[in-house]
């Protein structure tokens, strides 16, 4: 059964669709322009799924639990799933997408020009792909 609610407080369009097991945030993280919204709806996600622990490395270590964080880290993630391929933990995966996406000047800076660099035009259709490209960093 599908369960749904809307977190107006933060943007009147982001939703938590509980499709059985797998929590998917909509819209799921998009780069730096939506981490903020995202990181806290995924935050209250995992408490309310009793995986926050995972993240915070308070209590026990369960591996199972570790593993249904991880999943539904990666499950809401749009782009940019390079970072979390080698991830072996929820809280590696949220470390991170911390690192990547949390403004925290000169390295987001460094991470934002080493990106840059690495955007060419010629690999896109149009001027508007480019340009949305570029600013979805």
């Known amino acids: 059964m599908a369960h749904e609610m809307t977190a107006t407080a933060m943007q009147p369009t982001t939703t938590v669709n509980f499709m059985g097991n797998n929590p998917i ?3 799921k993280l998009d780069g730096s322009n939506n981490y903020v919204s995202w990181k806290f709806l995924m935050q209250i996600m995992l408490i309310g799924m009793d995986l926050w622990e995972c993240i ?3 209590g026990t270590m369960d591996t199972k639990k570790d593993q249904k964080a991880l999943a539904a880290i990666c ?3 749009k782009t940019h799933r390079q970072y979390l ?3 072996a933990t929820a809280k590696d995966a949220w470390t991170i997408l911390s690192q ?4 925290k000047g000169l ?6 020009m080493r990106v840059l660099l690495k955007i060419y035009y010629n690999d896109f259709h149009n001027m508007n792909e480019y340009v949305a490209r570029a600013f979805s960093l």
């Open 25 to 27: 945030i909509d819209p």
């Open 56 to 58: 915070t490395g308070t």
């Open 75 to 77: 499950l809401n993630v």
């Open 85 to 87: 391929r080698l991830t």
């Open 100 to 103: 990547v996406y949390e403004d």
């Open 107 to 112: 390295p987001r800076v460094l991470n934002l």
